[in-house]
């Protein structure tokens, strides 16, 4: 027999991808324009146009034998350098580029770091709501996830119960921040005290806990005060996941790297572990053609003004109806209270509506539903008599 696990994980898809799916066939039966689809995180604005006018450069200047060809493994040593150099830059940090292995993005990322770190029965803690295949990710490498709730109403994280998460078995914890669901920015105040408490639970079980930090969202946050942490910048085990899908909307592309923190005692062998469990996945060579262009778009970001005029105006509409919200901080997603305690009943019951949303339960946290905004404004203008008429029609 063939592996039983992969064949449910391919017949099975995420309750996100469903929904897209079901979004397409209704807009080809009603019209596109009668759908209002908030399922998928897929930006919705163009990448910045340095992206293709570099693109055209680098294709018409480069030999196609070299730009076309293989990199090193764990990519490009000048993109390595220039992303290094880049970190080093914005952040306290002293990276060099044989501390970046590039990837496919952050999926890629993530599945490289968890199977460098993890053996089998380690566990590693999230915190609710997450991202779903973080499960996916961990199982495969071996561990088991575990999850830490956050506090009701603002979703920071809630030390308590991660306290209470935390055991012997516990190898690494993975924080999102922007948060995918919430739109959450998790506090610089809590990133210290969490740096403490996994430094606290190493020594006492001689053993590190790693922190990873699944970075996609990074550059989408919406006020000038609101900064994201650096994990670096506060906990020596710490590696970053990153990818420019969401930053420079080039999801279709991927591609993106993972940082390791070089004033960890036991960097070569995790950065070899990086590169080990690179080659035994096949994840290796990143696309050369994109690294290339990271090299020159490394500091750009695509106009995420839009995200958050989309963001204002679908919080104000919600909670002027009545709707319990989060109001999110950064990327490009909005938590939702449910109107009832069934998350998935709510999200059937949104599509008569023809409103796509997302039940939270797959999230880690019932109750809610996700609306990904990374949608034109007049699709949200739209959309608001819909979410109205579903409001009101709890109150008969």
Request: proline share 5%; glycine share 6%.
């Amino acid at each position: 027999m063939i592996n039983e696990k992969n064949v449910q994980l391919g017949k099975v898809r995420s309750s996100i991808r469903e929904l897209f799916e079901y979004g397409k066939k209704r807009k080809a039966e009603i019209g596109a324009e009668n759908v209002f689809d908030f399922s998928l995180g897929n930006p919705s604005v163009p990448a910045p146009p340095e992206v293709n006018a570099a693109l055209k450069e680098i294709i018409d200047t480069c030999d196609p034998v070299v730009l076309h060809g293989y990199t090193s493994a764990q990519g490009d040593y000048g993109v390595r350098k220039t992303v290094a150099d880049h970190i080093n830059a914005r952040f306290k940090t002293s990276l060099d580029a044989d501390c970046i292995y590039m990837t496919c993005g952050a999926a890629a990322s993530l599945t490289i770091t968890l199977n460098a770190l993890l053996n089998p029965g380690d566990e590693v803690i999230t915190f609710a709501p997450y991202f779903p295949e973080y499960k996916v990710f961990c199982e495969n490498a071996g561990g088991k996830l575990i999850t830490a709730g956050c506090e009701d109403g603002t979703f920071q994280i809630d030390f308590e119960k991660f306290e209470r998460a935390l055991s012997p078995k516990t190898k690494a914890v993975i924080v999102n921040s922007p948060n995918n669901p919430s739109g959450v920015v998790y506090s610089e105040k809590s990133m210290i005290f969490l740096g403490q408490l996994l430094k606290k639970h190493s020594e006492k079980y001689k053993t590190p806990v790693f922190l990873i930090s699944d970075e996609p969202y990074r550059e989408l946050t919406f006020e000038k005060d609101v900064t994201v942490p650096y994990i670096m910048d506060f906990y020596d085990y710490s590696i970053v996941c990153y990818s420019y899908s969401k930053s420079l909307s080039l999801p279709g592309e991927r591609i993106g790297y993972i940082a390791v923190n070089n004033k960890m005692p036991c960097f070569n062998d995790v950065y070899a572990g990086v590169c080990g469990a690179g080659r035994a996945l096949g994840f290796v060579c990143a696309p050369n053609l994109f690294q290339q262009l990271i090299k020159k778009v490394y500091d750009k970001t695509s106009d995420i003004s839009v995200y958050k005029r989309n963001r204002d105006r679908l919080y104000s509409a919600l909670t002027e109806y009545g709707y319990t919200v989060v109001k999110p901080d950064g990327a490009f997603y909005m938590f939702v209270k449910a109107l009832e305690p069934d998350a998935k009943a709510f999200a059937e019951r949104a599509k008569e509506y023809e409103l796509l949303i997302v039940a939270g339960d797959d999230f880690g946290c019932k109750g809610y539903v996700r609306i990904a905004y990374c949608v034109a404004p007049e699709t949200i203008e739209r959309a608001l008599p819909s979410f109205k008429r579903l409001y009101e029609s709890y109150k008969k």
